[in-house]
């Protein structure tokens, strides 16, 4: 009785490690897809680039949808036109190099 015991303690053993381990595994293959960027992400993270070297700009980032946020930093008159002039520059930046185009020259499916 004991050995049938132990055979099943080792068989349930086995399946919670086997468990185990394909849940890790899900686990660090979810996390790598979500470490990359998306194209819109990317895209817009590149068009930002000369407008977030304006010098008022303290933080900006871009959510996968490629909506962006951004903060401010200063003091005095400059600093209520900076929101403005960011905008400006970043609708600028869009009519200079449109999605589309962006994507086909700058985007592959990465692995």
Known sequence: MLEGTAA????????????T??????????GCTTLQST?????????????????????????PDGTYFVSFRGTGPAVFSAPTQFKQCMQDEQRLHPYDEWVKKNWSVKP
Request: hydrophobic share 50%.
């Open 8 to 19: 099943i303690d080792e068989v349930k053993l086995m399946l919670l490690v086997k468990t």
């Open 21 to 30: 381990i394909m849940l890790l595994l899900l686990c660090l293959t979810a």
């Open 39 to 63: 194209p819109q992400q990317a895209y817009t993270y590149d068009i930002a680039a000369p407008c977030r070297t304006m010098g008022f700009v303290d933080y900006f980032g871009a959510e």
